[in-house]
């Protein structure tokens, strides 16, 4: 009998991708209500030096600490590269469609590449406790395991629909070690304004940054924010998944010029960047003609309907304003299931590459979106959060125009996690009980 290889971490790329220096125009700063640049002092309020050293470097490649690659492999990386042949048999495409599959990381999603990434530079640099938002809690598990494996204790300020209505994520935040409270709380000046004006607020992502930011502002320096999307650093440490794609393709023969299409869902836009912008390095440069495909809910529809402006990365105003396309900082997304899409704004990165033309976003209601994960599922097995079904969806539609023999092109997507945890909106959606938003 051969015994198949053991995972093979020198896949694991040693340095992560940073597009800055490669976008077709500069990145406008983060600025202040006053209009001044919001410089590196102003972040080191909230962030770790090395944080925002990282968050406005111009250099190319950044190098990934020993520390933090040993947990990469660790946690499962490099992730697999699955082709989903049972799929293409289903849609009868002569498409060739492959996955990156970020739900084997322990806490379900691609987000544990950059909460490692961060719970190391703030343990490095003697933080004591990490301040945190999350919505339907993706982030939040991932950062209360890293926390765990670095010493540093995590609060999570949790959106209090998901709090209510997803204990099962909570738990695992709980069974990591972290301190997990819905938020709208009591516990911050923004949260109790909240509270007085609905005691049964139902919260929203914006608010429980507020609340972060404020327990962060008020600790004398001993705790930190942390964030799981939107910034430059975090974007960063997510092209992990797309250097390895990269090498897994070319060890099968598949070249970077074959990949026709690169497919994912945003939210904030980190695991679309994580995949796609090693990609589009090969696009800028003008070796590949692959197409980008972002994938959004049309009930959080900021990147098709939004305005590219400067706005606030929080409700309550606490931030520094990016330049983003946004809906408005206090917009209050309806109750999709897909918790992890419910933002108001996108990174100002892949604002750019949308605005120049370089990413075509794409939105999708919500039965639909379901319908294709449940097709996933029976074909593939493995049931996908319901933020990664936004990109199953987009990836069906596209390869259902390839009928024909001999054209046979590589459509690549980000499966950014499973939907284990997320089976209730599975059952309304077999129930026919789904609101199609
Ligand atoms: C958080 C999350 C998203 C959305 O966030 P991005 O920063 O846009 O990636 C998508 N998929 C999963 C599984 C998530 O947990």
Redesign the pocket.
Known sequence: MVLKAPQDSSIIPTQWYNIIPDLPENLPPPILPNGQVAGPEILEEIFPRELVRQEVSSERYIKIPDEILQNYAQAGRPTPLIRARNLEIALKTSARIFFKY??VLPA????FNTAVAQAYYNMREGVDRLCTET??G??GSALSLAGSLFGIKIRVYMVRASYNQKPLRRILMETYGAEVHPSPSSLTRVGRKYLEENPNHPGSLGIAISEAIEDVLSSNGTAKYSL???LNH?LLH?TVIGMEALKQLESIGIGVEEVSHVV?????????A?LSYPFIQYKLSGRANTVFIAVEPKAVPSMTMGEYKYDYGDSAGLTPMLKMHTLGHDYVPPPIH?G??RYHGVAPTLSVLVKNGIVNPIAYSQREVFEAGVLFARTQGIVP?P??AHAVKAVIDIARRYTKGYEKPVILFNL??HGLLDLAGYSEYLNGRLQDT
């Open positions: 970020e739900g379900g999603s691609h987000k919505g339907a993706q982030w799981g999307s939107v975090v997510q994912g869902c945003v939210g904030g836009g980190s695991n679309f994580g897909a992890g899409l959060a933020e990664s950014s996690g």
